[in-house]
């Protein structure tokens, strides 16, 4: 999230000014957001032969090679 942004989803809780420097869970305009973000990443990794399908912030990558799956990184 740009810093100049920080300001629009700042909060106050117990006498304390607080702001995100992300994109906050259940803001209604993060999926949106972080499906514009991953767009280009997914497309190069498609160019590169690599099969995915993604849903929101889930991703399936698919291979026939057993010793590449060891070469994809899996996140929680």
């Known amino acids: 999230m740009a810093e100049e942004c920080h300001h629009l989803l700042q909060f106050q809780w117990e006498k304390?000014?607080?702001?995100?420097?992300?994109?906050?869970?259940?803001?209604?305009?993060?999926?949106?957001?972080?499906?514009?973000?991953l767009k280009p990443v997914v497309a190069l990794l498609r160019s590169r032969g690599i099969r995915m399908i993604i849903y929101l912030d889930d991703m399936l990558i698919m291979t026939q090679e057993i010793p590449h799956q060891g070469n994809i990184y899996h996140g929680h």
């Open 16 to 37: 304390a000014t607080w702001r995100f420097r992300c994109l906050p869970f259940g803001l209604s305009s993060a999926p949106w957001c972080f499906t514009k973000l």
